[in-house]
């Protein structure tokens, strides 16, 4: 992640004017500069950590990695599994929603037993493979304001409705709640079997497949 420092004059702050307020004496001035300036840095720095979606570049970085850890993964639609010693990227961002939003859509079963891991964020429930459900990326998912809406998926030369019931975390993994697999990318529309068909993949093209959505 990149790093930037150009806040580190805002506000604008003259020390050798602080200083003369203050009234201290020289060794105690330079002390009072040096604490200052560190100061500003760390207030520079947390600043532009929090920036994780750069509009100049339009893209959105990581803020972190997640160490990998191994665990019992389920492979149904060979789900990637997490690796002890392996990092992945963490998001809390996804890339900016249009008429025709660029995405991977991946597959995931969001049944009982299935390798999606506990029941649906949105609903608290299991969702069997021939319903329309998918899970969008934690940018897209929005702290849950997709809930239960409608998205519209174009792919293979059709276009079909699947409804949100969950969010394909895009920053915690690689424990059981997650099915010990990685985070989801920032720009996933992870979705059942049945979307899939309906979308008229099967067999061999079914995995990852890159899509357009909108909402509906």
């Not at 639609?77 to 900016?96: D, I, N, R």
């Amino acid at each position: 992640m990149k790093i930037s420092f150009r806040r580190i004059n805002e506000p604008y702050i003259h020390l050798a004017s602080l200083q003369a307020q203050l009234h201290l004496p020289s060794i105690l001035r330079n002390t009072a500069s040096a604490a200052l300036a560190i100061l500003l840095v760390f207030a520079s720095f947390n600043l532009s950590y929090g920036v994780r979606y750069s509009p100049q570049l339009d893209q959105c970085s990581p803020i972190g990695y997640l160490s990998g850890t191994d665990g019992n993964c389920n492979t149904e639609h060979e789900s990637e599994c997490c690796k002890a010693g392996e990092t992945y990227p963490q998001y809390y961002c996804s890339p900016p929603i249009t008429d025709e939003t660029s995405a991977t859509l991946t597959i995931n079963s969001f049944a009982e037993g299935g390798d999606g891991g506990g029941p649906s964020e949105c609903d608290g429930s299991y969702h069997s493979d021939d319903e329309m459900v998918v899970a969008l990326s934690t940018g897209w998912y929005n702290y849950g304001s997709r809930c239960s809406k409608t998205i519209r998926i174009n792919g293979n030369g059709n276009s079909v409705l699947a409804k949100v019931v969950d969010e394909c975390d895009s920053i915690n993994g690689c424990d059981a709640g997650h099915d010990f697999q990685p985070p989801c990318h920032n720009n996933i529309v992870d979705a059942s079997p049945a979307v899939w068909n309906a979308l008229g993949m099967s067999g061999d093209d079914v995995g990852e497949y890159q899509i357009t959505w909108s909402e509906a």
